[in-house]
């Protein structure tokens, strides 16, 4: 498609934009906006889940190894993915299912159901996350920080594994999130504006903190020293493509709902490339600041080298400790001040995984809203609908562990869906009328763009994909078992009862759903004449419907 054909249609998608969006509301400011998208990705993927899975992939030498593949797919996939998550919000100004509905066809809206799941899936356990940041400000309000690797542990583990605390904690999450969504994009895009600086203030300072310790340079020699053997480990590859979605944000369909907020005024390519290299560049840090703080105190301690490695990798189930457990111990070495840093940290880190909660929760909504739903109804019940997901990982964090195996490593499969979206829809006329002719003040995305979405970014995914699930069937004991927890066997089942749920309520929503509408329309006695037709039609532009 040339650019004369799609011109005019893009056209009056700006003038809908002048006109309003259906009351979805767009940002107020440039930094607002900015500040509104990092809030999404920054928070708990870049301090918790970051470190925790470095640390799991580092060797006996080091993570070097990780960090390459982890930075080449930050370009290979994480920021593709997100391209075609906000022009493709930015265009159709509805959610997931329902661009999928607009730019293929009804048939194909369990693509973005898919993606919707994995996202609830992710939230599943995130809710819980938020809620262990909300207890450790507590915690600290009262009580002194830890003396010792032995005494924080104790800490964490009193409280996920012996005490009813993680209930209450994530319900309190969930309903600051949830009123939140309900002020909409201008209460998301106030509390943002303060929570990120201060968040990353912080950062900073446990950075620099960190890495003046002594032997803190044995920890990031350590960080930065690869264990080439691993490359061969096809799990090193799974973790480090979908550490990225998960960090990120990309594939979970919240960037294509904060995106209806847009205009072609916001340049979305440029956006795409720079909010994530700014979320790695604050993950990258964060690791740092946990691998110098480890290797630090222990070393001064008097711990050799593999004792060192082995207590990196065993801070509770699934290592879900590490951060819990070394970020007051990093405090600690401040003095009497590190008290209240940590009260600050912990409470700055809640509310930082909050914002991302919000825009899981805005994504929900919304995405009720496209089905007819009105907003407040549609935000109570994603609110509630995510609190008692919790409830399993609230009692067991084995059960947060698999959770997140299942789900993290399923943000893969919804890349791979966004990707069908584009070369379902033509990846030419994607690229010309979603994202060059449409924005206003953007870089110019060429054509290799289309042959990677067609080509590479599927084969990488299906490639790593079917290199992991191979090599668990041969060499893992035990594979097909439900009870042993991290199996590919919860893995299929969870993944297969999404799809076939999904799919099978697709069919019926277009033979069953679609035809009855259809017929009880056609009953309708229209009027004879032009002049009685205000109460069946809409004419108002800003709820006009293009034809796509």
């Known amino acids: 498609m040339s650019a004369t054909e799609t011109t005019p249609l893009n056209q009056r998608n700006r003038d ?4 309003g969006d259906g009351g979805r509301g767009h940002f107020r400011s440039k930094i607002g906006m900015v500040l509104s998208l990092l809030g999404c990705v920054v928070g708990t993927g870049n301090i918790w889940r970051y470190p925790r899975i470095v640390a799991n992939n580092s060797g006996d030498n080091g993570a070097l190894h990780f960090l390459i ?8 996939w994480s920021v593709p993915m ?14 997931v299912v329902e661009s999928y509905k607009k730019l293929l066809s009804p048939l194909t809206m369990w693509g973005g159901g898919i993606i919707v799941i994995a996202t609830l899936g992710i939230s599943s356990y995130y809710c819980t996350l938020c809620g262990w940041s909300l207890y450790y400000f507590y915690y600290f ?11 924080s542990n104790a800490i964490f583990t009193e409280f996920t594994e012996e005490g009813n605390w993680a209930f209450f904690t994530t319900f309190l999450a969930d309903l600051i999130a949830g009123v939140s969504v309900l002020w909409s994009v201008k209460s998301i895009e106030i509390a943002n504006s ?9 950062l900073a300072f446990n950075f620099i903190w960190a890495v003046s310790l002594d032997y803190a340079g044995v920890g990031l020699k350590f960080l930065f020293s690869p264990d080439w053997k691993l490359l061969g480990d096809p799990v090193t590859w799974m973790d480090a493509i979908s550490q990225n979605a998960w960090d990120t944000g990309v594939g979970h369909g919240e960037f294509l709902s904060y995106a209806n907020h847009m205009t072609a005024d916001d340049s979305v390519v440029k956006l795409s490339i720079g909010i994530p290299c700014l979320n790695n560049m604050v993950s990258l840090m964060n690791g740092m600041t946990t691998f110098a703080s480890v290797f630090a105190i222990e070393t001064q301690n008097g711990t050799n080298m593999t004792e060192i490695v082995k207590i990196l990798k065993n801070n509770g189930p699934g290592n879900t400790g590490l951060t819990f457990v070394w970020v007051p111990m990093l405090y600690w070495t401040v003095g009497k001040v590190g008290k209240y840093l940590a009260m600050g940290f912990f409470l700055a880190t809640a509310f930082a995984g909050i914002s991302s909660l919000i825009a899981h929760l805005e994504l929900y909504a919304k995405t009720l809203e496209d089905f007819g739903f009105q907003r407040k109804p549609s935000v109570l019940a994603s609110a509630i609908v995510v609190y008692i997901l919790n409830i399993g990982s609230s009692m067991d964090v084995n059960v947060l562990v698999l959770m997140d195996y299942v789900w993290s490593y399923g943000l893969i499969i919804s890349g791979l869906l966004l990707q069908y979206l584009v070369i379902s829809y033509g990846a030419s006329k994607y690229r010309a009328v979603l994202i060059n ?47 042993g927890g991290t199996t590919i066997m919860n893995l299929f089942l969870q993944w297969s009862i999404v799809v076939g749920l999904l799919v099978g309520a697709n069919l019926v929503y277009v033979y069953v759903w679609l035809p009855r509408q259809s017929r009880d329309y056609s009953n309708i006695e229209m009027p004879d004449s032009e002049e009685d037709t205000s109460p069946l039609v809409d004419e108002t532009p800003a709820k006009e419907t293009k034809s796509l």
């Open 194 to 202: 303060i929570l990120v600086p201060t968040f990353l203030t912080l």
């Open 141 to 151: 309000t009262f009580h002194p920080l830890p003396e010792s690797e032995v005494e």
């Open 16 to 19: 809908n934009e002048n006109q």
């Open 69 to 76: 593949i982890w930075v080449v797919f930050l370009f290979l």
């Open 82 to 95: 997100m391209l075609i998550e906000y022009a493709t919000g930015r265009y159709t100004k509805v959610c």
């Open 437 to 483: 002719d449409y924005g206003l003040h953007d870089w110019y995305i060429p054509k290799p763009w289309e042959w990677f979405i067609k080509f590479i970014a599927p084969l990488e995914a299906i490639a790593i994909l079917l290199w992991f699930l191979v090599d668990e069937m041969i060499y893992t004991d035990g594979w097909y078992l439900l009870e």
